[in-house]
């Protein structure tokens, strides 16, 4: 693009590249700091970037195996951390699925069909889309309870409590599909129905299969808000056994017993692959976000 | 409308075997959830839970309507996700602004009837029937010899051997008509059997159990309570009669004096009276939710600026390594927030803190990120803004990308520096799209319980406060630990703040649909 080039272009490059790099420096420091840490001995060890006296301690502890120090105490690990992660992922990748059949099929019905209450539905479900789950924990915890009580897999302290008690938040995954299915064109459902197909046929085998990019999306969405859910596992959850990441993590951090070298590898152990997956799907998951916005 | 086609066909059996049995299955399992909601709803009936009966009523009737109705076609589709909603948003919701007209907390927990029977279920030990004991030892085997008074006349009973009493059983006493044979123990060795002997519960002929009461006699264990046709209840013990106070959702002596447990009653509202006239709970109450503005105002300022000034930069097109760039400032979006919030717990601790070290050797400062209510709000600040900016960049790199190159071009032809584009071109013209997006990200922050609890716990406290408050605390944190943290366990104080933050958020909500126009 052929803008027209002020002076002294050199030097504000220059001061641009400064900016930019030490916004990069204060992102980056914990985190390297974290990788660091989990590599140096004992829990409570400071020094530099690079470790001095380098210990794969915390490292064993994380994955769940005892560990042998050079004066012959065993340490064992702390928490189970693994257990956890697996606990985090069960758990999302049901409710997250879950989500999406519920989503998708709405979203259908809102891009696709007309009927009686369609507009107030959706702006209702917007609205209450915005009340944070930590204020009705009350009224979720009572639910649960109650419920528990006559169905015992969906109790208090359940995994199936936590993946029903997430199916509430559907309507910013409807509106990312609708928007998704309305740039669709409906041509083809319409050709399929005159040649025969039922409704849900045509949804089923014509915009379903067309509609699989957005469909990853939001998987990976509902997937990492799951995963990163605190308020509502933390007030279902109880045994230390049942606890998903996001609960359990803390626990390191406890008041009085900090095992920060601990959950240095804990947290690189778990953070690594969330991480991983949001920056390999960032432009979707980006675009998603940032979609409702950019057309208002 | 093609789609409006299909519903108005007559209903027709299929030709397609495949699809008759699907549709026979759908029939089937809409069947079977009606029947399994049914028969939740007749089951929390007879516990007598009526609210939720009522919901899952609502729920089981809801399903049959729009699975039975052919006209309600379109509505099979929503209606998973509106069950989904109004089970764990809606009724929630409802159930909490309930909760905020009663006084349901730890103390007034269960239901009345469940209240009652607990009392009943109560005993006393009665000193006044005591029988004295001895241990009399003959050979290998122990027995107990009892001797009581009653009326003049002695009564004797003699148990079986101790030996043979099992955990959890009583052991039987019998009648005798003298001591029995054999080496009455002293007291010593009573004492050395004393955990058995307190575990022991005897029966007599007459069925009343009787139990260790000291070290020389068994008292006989009795009902505490009886209840009487009015509702009311008689200590049996002295006589005294305790009255159920349906105001205050509480038994009461003939004193005034209220007894534990107690049972939910309403309330009407006490609780938002409470919340404005108690001066040790207005003045934290109101403390927190100024520093809730604040915090969540603050939070959208610096994201703002941080992610506005980081995405003008990143759209210059001849900066190169914008890519890189790109992705290592997202980088804080993309780790999980309990984690990264559980890092900078670490590196501010005070005492082996990585930001402390720094600070100490650059300026020889130690600021006490936890303990110092302005250095705590600080840091919270400094946290959310590293956790936050993110997103803003990412929002003001999309709408930046959509103003029109030539007016940056005409900018420069008329002499005008970055400076002039940024304030004069590049703000206004996003500003506008990005309000609505602004108020979201108020009304989240406004609500962030996970970084308040994660980072600070709420702590340091106010001082003086009746409720768990603390000066770093969110109106959101504050409510979770009126109703989960305190030995109090105020449900309903914590409902009736709840219903004000909701009022909060509808109030923002409907300002940024109003914004945004939303076109549905």
């Given at each position: 693009m052929a803008m027209v080039q002020p002076r002294s272009i050199r030097t504000r490059k220059l001061g641009a590249h400064l900016a930019l790099l030490g916004f990069v420096a204060m992102v980056v420091f914990p985190l390297l700091l974290v990788i660091s840490i989990s590599f140096r001995?004992?829990?409570f060890a400071t020094g530099s970037l690079i470790p001095e006296r380098f210990s794969l301690e915390h490292w064993a502890l994380a994955f769940g195996i005892p560990w042998e120090r050079p004066d012959g105490t065993v340490v064992q690990p702390p928490f189970p951390v693994l257990l956890w992660l697996w606990n985090s992922i069960k758990v999302a990748v049901v409710s997250s699925l879950m989500i999406l059949a519920l989503s998708t099929t709405s979203a259908y019905a809102f891009a696709r069909m007309r009927f009686a209450g369609k507009a107030p539905i959706l702006k209702g479900m917007l609205i209450f889309q915005m009340f944070p789950a930590v204020l009705s924990l009350v009224a979720l915890y009572a639910l649960f309870d109650r419920l528990g009580q006559l169905v015992p897999w969906l109790g208090i302290n359940t995994h199936g409590a936590l993946i029903l008690a997430?199916?509430?938040?559907?309507a910013l995954h409807i509106w990312t599909i609708k928007g998704y299915f309305e740039s669709i064109d409906g041509s083809l459902e319409e050709a399929a129905m005159v040649d025969g197909a039922s409704t849900w046929q045509a949804f089923r085998h014509i915009l379903l299969p067309l509609s699989v990019p957005i469909l990853m999306v939001v998987f990976i969405l509902a997937f990492i808000m799951s995963i990163m859910e605190y308020p509502m596992a933390s007030v279902l959850l109880l045994d230390e056994d049942k606890l998903t990441l996001a609960v359990g993590a803390q626990q390191y951090l406890a008041e009085h017993n900090q095992r920060w070298g601990d959950f240095a590898a804990a947290a690189v152990l778990s953070g690594l692959p969330i991480t991983l997956v949001f920056l390999l799907c960032q432009r979707w998951i980006v675009g998603g976000l940032t979609s409702g916005g950019v057309k208002g | 409308m093609p789609r409006e086609a299909s519903r108005g066909l007559p209903r027709h059996r299929s030709r397609y075997p495949a699809e008759r049995y699907t549709r026979w299955m759908l029939r089937a399992l809409t069947a079977l959830l009606v029947l399994a909601t049914l028969w939740l709803v007749m089951a929390f009936h007879l516990r007598g839970q009526w609210m939720f009966a009522l919901l899952f009523l609502v729920l089981g009737a809801s399903l049959a309507i729009v699975f039975g109705k052919r006209e309600l076609m379109s509505h099979r589709y929503i209606y998973p996700a509106l069950a989904g909603m109004g089970v764990f948003v809606i009724f929630p919701l409802v159930y909490t602004i309930g909760i905020?007209?009663?006084?349901?907390s730890s103390s007034n927990l269960l239901s009345e009837e469940r209240v009652r029977v607990q009392f009943l279920d109560q005993t006393y030990q009665a000193e006044g029937q005591a029988f004295d004991f001895q241990l009399i030892r003959e050979g290998k085997r122990t027995r107990l010899y009892l001797e009581a008074e009653v009326a003049g006349e002695v009564r004797r009973l003699v148990s079986r051997p101790l030996a043979l009493a099992v955990d959890g059983q009583p052991l039987t006493v019998e009648p005798a008509?003298?001591?029995?044979p054999g080496e009455v123990l002293g007291i010593r060795e009573v004492i050395a059997r004393r955990d058995t002997l307190e575990a022991l519960a005897l029966v007599t002929p007459a069925g009343t159990e009787l139990q260790l009461a000291g070290l020389r006699s068994f008292a006989p264990i009795l009902p505490r309570f009886a209840e009487n046709p009015d509702g009311s209840l008689t200590d049996l013990r002295d006589g005294t009669t305790l009255t159920p106070n349906h105001e205050t959702g509480f038994f009461v002596t003939e004193d005034g004096e209220r007894l534990t447990p107690g049972w939910p009653v309403a309330v009407g509202l006490d609780n938002y009276t409470k919340i404005f006239t108690d001066p040790d709970i207005r003045g934290p109450f109101l403390q927190i939710f100024v520093w809730t503005f604040v915090f969540a105002g603050l939070t959208v300022v610096f994201t703002l600026a941080v992610g506005f000034f980081l995405a003008t930069l990143l759209q210059w097109?001849?900066?190169?390594?914008k890519a890189i760039y790109r992705t290592l400032l997202i980088l804080p979006y993309a780790v999980p927030a309990f984690i990264s919030i559980l890092i900078f717990k670490g590196m501010f601790n005070q005492n082996y803190g990585e930001i402390n070290l720094i600070l100490e050797n650059l300026f020889g400062i130690s600021p006490d990120w936890f303990t110092d209510p302005a250095m705590a709000r600080t840091m919270l600040l400094i946290v959310n803004t590293w956790l936050g900016y993110p997103y803003m960049l990412l929002l003001c790199m999309g709408l930046i990308q959509s103003i029109p190159r030539d007016l940056f071009e005409a900018s420069a032809v008329d002499g005008g520096g970055p400076l002039t584009n940024m304030v004069r071109i590049t703000l206004p013209l996003i500003l506008k799209p990005l309000t609505p997006l602004l108020i979201a990200a108020f009304a989240f922050n406004f609500n962030n319980f996970v970084l308040i609890t994660l980072l600070?716990?709420?702590?340091?406290d106010i001082l003086g406060a009746s409720t768990p408050a603390g000066t770093t605390d969110l109106l959101v944190s504050y409510t979770y630990r009126i109703a989960f943290q305190d030995a109090g366990q105020n449900f309903g104080l914590a409902a009736a703040i709840a219903t004000l933050i909701f009022l909060l958020v509808v109030g923002l909500s409907v300002l940024n649909l109003r914004l945004s126009k939303v076109s549905v």
């Open positions: 001995e004992g829990n997430s199916l509430g938040a559907v | 905020s007209f009663s006084n349901y008509r003298a001591i029995p097109d001849q900066l190169r390594g600070t716990g709420g702590s340091p």
